[in-house]
C-alpha cells in the first residue's frame, strides 16, 4: 500500500523503513527501550510495518501484529520529534484502522499518554493502558 498525505508518503514496503531510525527511536521510547536490536529487527521481519516519509526521509513508523482472521496489535507508533502537530500520527493511525485489511478485526493497544489520539479511531480504554477497537 502507498499513499500520500499532502506531501508524505505513507508505505508499508519494509523496503523504504530505515532501520537505523527506526531501532534509535525505539531505544528512546519508554515501552520498548529494554529491546535489543536483535528483537526490534526480528519484530520488524515478522510483522506489518508502515512508513511515513517526506522526500524519502523516514518521519514516521508503526507496526502491526495480526493473524488476518480475527485481531490486530497496532505497536511502536512514533511520529519524529521535528514533524510533530502536522497530523501525521492521526493519519497514519487513520490509515491502517480504516483500510481494507485491518477495519474488520478487534484492534487492540496499549498506551500510557496517547489514549485521546486513539480515541478519535473507535478505540475504547480496557484498564490503564490497553485499548480495544470493535470491527466495523
Not at 16 to 38: F, H, I, P, T
Not at 83 to 102: D, H, P
Request: proline share 1%.
Amino acid at each position: 500500500m502507498e499513499i500520500y498525505y499532502n506531501e508524505y508518503l505513507i508505505s508499508d514496503d519494509k523496503e523504504r523503513l530505515d532501520l537505523d531510525k527506526v531501532k534509535g527511536y525505539l531505544a528512546r521510547s519508554y515501552w520498548a527501550n529494554q529491546r535489543s536490536e536483535e528483537k526490534i529487527e526480528k519484530s520488524i521481519e515478522e510483522s506489518v510495518c508502515f512508513g511515513i516519509y517526506k522526500d524519502k526521509k523516514q518521519v514516521g513508523f508503526a507496526r502491526v501484529v495480526t493473524d488476518d482472521a480475527t485481531m490486530y496489535w497496532l505497536c511502536d507508533v512514533f511520529i519524529d520529534e521535528n514533524y510533530r502537530g502536522l497530523g501525521l500520527g492521526k493519519y497514519l493511525v487513520e490509515t491502517i484502522t480504516e483500510s481494507e485489511r485491518f477495519r474488520k478485526l478487534t484492534g487492540l493497544l496499549g498506551t500510557r499518554d496517547a489514549h485521546e489520539l486513539y480515541e478519535q479511531f473507535h478505540f475504547v480504554r480496557d484498564r490503564d493502558r490497553l485499548m480495544r477497537r470493535a470491527p466495523r
